[in-house]
Structures are given as structure tokens and as C-alpha cells.
């Protein structure tokens, strides 16, 4: 079974403050990608990356970056918190390849910042 | 930016009732895919479909893909209480190099009464 795994279920950061999120997968996909969820606005994405050390904007990229130093890995990092960044954030993976589109998604970190 | 409007955003029916909840754009789609979500994990993938006027069912679920690739929806006949979730459809974006992705409509969240 392919398994994405989350760093943390729950989070709670002060305005300000620099906040890493971590994500990896087991199954030797190409392609990852950190969404935020929130209610009435389905998922948006953040970032997206295709390779390792290789990163794409997506829709909505403003106060967010990314790292990908190993294929397996992905992290979502916010240089500078603020209250607005309160959400659900999601990662994702999926293969590469003519049919690329299932994405394998992690349980998902609440994140709370005050 | 490809859309995706999903409704209704919110349904809440009794057992053995049946719905529909419908996805549609003004954009095509190389593929559309359904994915239902459950409270503290992530979204999972229930059906893609692929082919203008396809039809796929899932016991008492149907997926249909229009015949412009524009629009989908799912049926449920008879739901039951263990059908209650956030309902997703996404669709995959035609050509070029996507990396696989994905456009997500809002959601439909799903309440079966027993």
C-alpha cells in the first residue's frame, strides 16, 4: 500500500513564527504536492514538485516555500506565520508516467496560528 | 486557471435516499477523478474516468463523465450512513506537461441520517 505520512496531525505557532511542514512517501513517486483545504474552497494548491530539487508554483504559492532534497521527502515552509495560514494542509504524491493523476494524499496538519 | 464547480456544497438526506452531486466547467478535462474524504484523514481516490459519455459504478455509486469532458457527476442510490463524507472531484488538466496536476472543485459534504 502506498503510505504518505504526515510530521504532524495538529500544530499550533505564534504569528511570526518560521514553521516547517514535513511529508513522505514510500512509494518512489515522482511528484509531490502541498495543498491547503478549507471549508467552501476544496483543495488549493501551494507548491508542487516533479523531481527532486525541482519546484513549481501552484495556485496560491504567496507566503509559502518548499524544499525537495530527497525524492521521498517534501516540506512545506512558512517563513513567517500569520493568522491567515490557520488551515488544513494536505500533501500528496503520485507517479509519473501516462496516467499520472491518482494522488496519493497523507491524513492531513491542522495548523493553528495565534 | 481551469475551474470547477461543484454542487451542491452541502447535502443532508436520510437513509435509503438517492443524490446527485454534479461537477462542471467550462474547461475540458484529459480525465476527471472523484475522491471521498473522512473527518482527520486525507482524500481518497474512489474513480477516474476518462472517456466522453463514460459511465462507472462503484456498488451503489455511478460516476459519469460528460460527453465534452466538461462536467461529471455521482449518484448514490439507497445512501446509507456510512456514505456520510466530503465528496471531491478533480480533473486533469488536457495536454502539455502537467505533472500530473490536479483541479479540485469545492466539495459536496455528505450527511446520511440514520
Known amino acids: 500500500d502506498v503510505k504518505v505520512t504526515q510530521s504532524s496531525r495538529y500544530l499550533v505557532k505564534r504569528t511570526g513564527e518560521k514553521v516547517f511542514l514535513e511529508c513522505v512517501q514510500d512509494?518512489?513517486?515522482?511528484?509531490m504536492f502541498w495543498y491547503r483545504q478549507d471549508p467552501g474552497l476544496g483543495l488549493r494548491l501551494i507548491y508542487f514538485?516533479?523531481?527532486?530539487?525541482?519546484?513549481e508554483k501552484g495556485d496560491i504559492p504567496e507566503g509559502y516555500s518548499v524544499s525537495r532534497e530527497k525524492k521521498e521527502r517534501f516540506s512545506l515552509i512558512l517563513e513567517s506565520a500569520s493568522t491567515n495560514q490557520t488551515s488544513m494542509y494536505l500533501c500528496?504524491?503520485?507517479?509519473?508516467?501516462?496516467?499520472?493523476?491518482?494522488?496519493?494524499f497523507g491524513p492531513g496538519t491542522r495548523l493553528t496560528v495565534l | 486557471t481551469q475551474l470547477l464547480e461543484q454542487s451542491p456544497q452541502f447535502l443532508s438526506i436520510q437513509e435509503g435516499e438517492n443524490l446527485t452531486v454534479y461537477c462542471n466547467s467550462s474547461?475540458?478535462?484529459?480525465?476527471l477523478q472523484w475522491y471521498r474524504q473522512e473527518p482527520g484523514e486525507g482524500p481518497v481516490l474512489l474513480v477516474t474516468v476518462v472517456t466522453g459519455g463514460e459511465v462507472k459504478k462503484l456498488k451503489r455509486l455511478t460516476f459519469q463523465f460528460g460527453d465534452a469532458r466538461k462536467d461529471s457527476s455521482l449518484h448514490i442510490t439507497a445512501a446509507q450512513p456510512g456514505d456520510t463524507g466530503l465528496y471531491l472531484c478533480a480533473g486533469l488538466a488536457l495536454g502539455g506537461t502537467s505533472y500530473g496536476k490536479l483541479t479540485f472543485g469545492q466539495g459536496t459534504i455528505l450527511t446520511v441520517h440514520p
Open positions: 514538485s516533479y523531481d527532486v530539487k525541482m519546484k
Open positions: 512509494m518512489d513517486h515522482e511528484n
Open positions: 474547461s475540458v478535462f484529459s480525465s
Open positions: 500528496a504524491s503520485s507517479w509519473a508516467g501516462p496516467s499520472t493523476d491518482t494522488q496519493y
